[in-house]
T-cell receptor, first 111, second 107 residues
Framework: DTAVSQTPKYLVTQMGNDKSIKCEQN?????MYWYKQDSKKFLKIMFS???????INETVPNRFSPKSPDKAHLNLHINSLELGDSAVYFC??????????FGSGTQLSVL | AQRVTQPEKLLSVFKGAPVELKCNYS??????LFWYVQYSRQRLQLLLR??SRESIKGFTADLNKGETSFHLKKPFAQEEDSAMYYC?????????FGAGTILRVKS
């Protein structure tokens, strides 16, 4: 009965590969987010979708592409992975303008 | 630009001592502020938000617009309070986080 679940928890891959992180929420929320936590523990928003529509797209390389097949899912696809992409990525969801519920994070390590 | 500053990376206190985790923000509008907590091996979760004026697990935070601060306080720290604490500012649909402060409560 996990509220916001993201898979995988750990992802180790080589530079240049393409990978995806999946996120699903069963809370009936209409907004979903992707945050990146860098090595200094700073959390930055990357994308936000509301009812499957992209509403926030921060300055993120084009190699990152979110996809929201429905309101309950927001996947993050990353092309041509680089060393600097290594971080913990957090998915979150909320009702519009209400508090966020976070997933447990995906630790991405690019070698 | 909107910014959240948590000046301390690490705060170490003894059990039973008072705790104050500092948070300052930069925002020209009317701020909505939160404290999030991440316990070891657990997900980030909301601790409290200023508009609720609530006390959660003994923690309180008061918004001081004059000082642009939203410090998190607890009169008597407990070992289970050890965690990473993030202050966050919401504007529009965005949530901007501070860099976080690790709180270590020693016995």
């Amino acid at each position: 009965d996990t509220a916001v679940s993201q898979t995988p928890k750990y992802l180790v891959t080589q530079m240049g590969n393409d990978k995806s992180i999946k996120c699903e929420q069963n809370l009936g929320h209409d907004t979903m987010y992707w945050y990146k936590q860098d090595s200094k523990k700073f959390l930055k928003i990357m994308f936000s979708y509301n009812n499957k529509e992209l509403i926030i797209n921060e300055t993120v390389p084009n190699r990152f592409s979110p996809k929201s097949p429905d309101k309950a899912h927001l996947n993050l696809h990353i092309n041509s992975l680089e060393l600097g992409d290594s971080a913990v990525y957090f998915c979150a969801s909320s009702r519009t303008n209400e508090k966020l519920f976070f997933g447990s994070g995906t630790q991405l390590s690019v070698l | 630009a909107q910014r959240v500053t948590q000046p301390e990376k690490l705060l170490s206190v003894f059990k039973g001592a008072p705790v104050e985790l500092k948070c300052n923000y930069s925002y020209s509008g009317s701020p909505e502020l939160f404290w999030y907590v991440q316990y070891s091996r657990q997900r980030l979760q909301l601790l409290l938000r200023h508009i609720s004026r609530e006390s959660i697990k003994g923690f309180t935070a008061d918004l001081n617009k004059g000082e642009t601060s939203f410090h998190l306080k607890k009169p008597f720290a407990q070992e289970e309070d050890s965690a990473m604490y993030y202050c966050a500012l919401e504007y529009g649909n965005k949530l901007v986080f501070g860099a976080g402060t690790i709180l270590r409560v020693k016995s």
